[in-house]
């Protein structure tokens, strides 16, 4: 469905910021609060935390993260979802939200609604309170999404990028490539596995996979190393054979580069007893698979067999 409509009448220039606020509150029900701990004054009122603070942030914008083949609804639960997945990256339990939009004044109201009627569903599902949000207008043929989301620690560590040594053991959740073909828009935030990594001590650092696996190992090597990867260990998803198909690359090209596929990647201290480690998560998360991707090793200790990841480019913005 195109955000856009040749109908003025049937467009946010026709309604006005107002009666689209207005509007924008009856759609949000009730996952969004009575003001000023929501909608309606110049700023939310956020209640105290005891834990750690956890602030992230991240859009969605036509022609860029979402086309007509989306469903406007599932653009809305997309905003929040990435969000939380950078939640989910530090073990935390995600708390509000707020959301402003840059639209065209072309913009459809009927896909607007859809949008936020998405957003809500999502945000009741994860226990989120959407407290506020400006709208603004944009140049014909924009539209943006800009979602703030606040959350807290599950406990008293937070998880970083930082803490993984030398010869720890890498680790990444589900499956990975081809998100082009519908994962990217149907997410599944890891937040009770992140929250249960988070309490386990043998994990040293953690992200999200967004824009690769390839891309995003960077952040978490640890200096002085290379990671250890092998064909054999990287979770290949049916969509990424099957994009394969279509670009004539390999499955294991789109596993590595794709991105957006909002996946756990960690590090677990190589003094950890992994028999242990992994059983526990088989018991915990049984319908999720869990892969031992290899280790952080010395470059002149690379072994031959190792995938040279850096013959393989993540997603990089601006280029």
Sequence with gaps: MTPFTSRRHHSVAALGEMR??????RWLGDSTPVAPFGIGDDCAVLAPAKRHQLVTTDPVIYGQHFDDEVPARSVGAK??????????????????AVVSMALAPDTSVAWVRMFYLGLAAAARRTNVK???????????????????????????????????????????????GGSLLGKHYRISPRLAEGAWLARRREVRAMLDVSD?????????????????????????????????????????????????????????????????FERAWQRTFPRLRLSRLGYFARR?????????????????HLR
């Design 300 to 316: 002149q200790d690379l072994p031959a067999t190792a995938l040279r990841l850096g013959d393989y480019h993540g997603y990089e």
């Design 20 to 25: 689209l606020i207005a509007a924008i509150r």
């Design 79 to 96: 905003l929040l979802k990435r969000n939380l997945s950078d939640i989910a990256a530090m073990g935390g339990i995600p708390r509000t």
């Design 130 to 176: 959407i407290v506020g949000g400006d709208i603004a207008q944009a140049p014909d043929g924009f539209l943006g999404a800009f979602l703030t989301l606040h959350g807290e620690s599950s406990g008293p560590r937070v998880v970083t990028r930082r803490g993984a040594q030398r010869g720890d053991w890498i680790y990444v959740t589900g499956r990975l």
């Design 212 to 276: 690769g696996l390839v891309k995003d190992l960077i952040p978490l090597t640890p200096a002085g190393t290379v990671p250890a990867v092998f064909a054999k260990t990287v979770p290949i998803s049916g969509a990424a054979k099957r994009r394969a198909r279509i670009t004539g690359r390999s499955p294991l090209s789109h596993a590595l580069c794709d991105g957006e596929d909002f996946e756990l990647l960690f590090a677990v201290s190589s003094s950890a007893n992994l028999t242990t």
